[in-house]
């Protein structure tokens, strides 16, 4: 950081970290689509020159990367399979630099789509929903929507 000679002004800095330049780039550009109820599409842009990855993947809240076993990936795009409807999930890719080592992982949430009711009959009551307006702030529960 340079300061001008002629600023004669108070400058604080905190939280400051300097680190080594990585010698292996993390993903960018990581994008999940086609997400039916039980499966997603997943493809991220590489770090480097890197052409291997580890990723998990599991539901919001279940997924520790620094203590669970990542799956790797030869392509950087995967298809992701056994999904639960309806549901909120996260991913964690990082780039696996061979002798270089490993990036600091990247992650990013997507939710799965709603499955078709198999089950009748089906109830729902609604009562956590109040909101009888347009402009109610009220939610409708997932997969459900009103029409007016």
Known sequence: MRIPAWFAD???ID???ISYIPSCNHVTNIEV???PPFTADVTW????????WNYICGPVGTVDPE???PMPANEN???LSGLNSNTLYEI???SDCGDDGTSSWMHKTFRTDC???????????FDSYVGTTSTSTNVLPNCWARIN
Do not use: H, K
């Open 77 to 79: 795009n995967i298809t």
């Open 45 to 52: 842009t590489a770090g480097g020159s890197e052409t291997q």
């Open 10 to 12: 108070n400058i604080y």
């Open 15 to 17: 939280d400051l970290f």
């Open 67 to 69: 203590q669970d076993v």
């Open 115 to 125: 499955a078709a009711m198999t089950a009748l009959p089906y109830t729902e009551n």
């Open 33 to 35: 689509s086609n997400i």
């Open 92 to 94: 964690y890719i990082q």
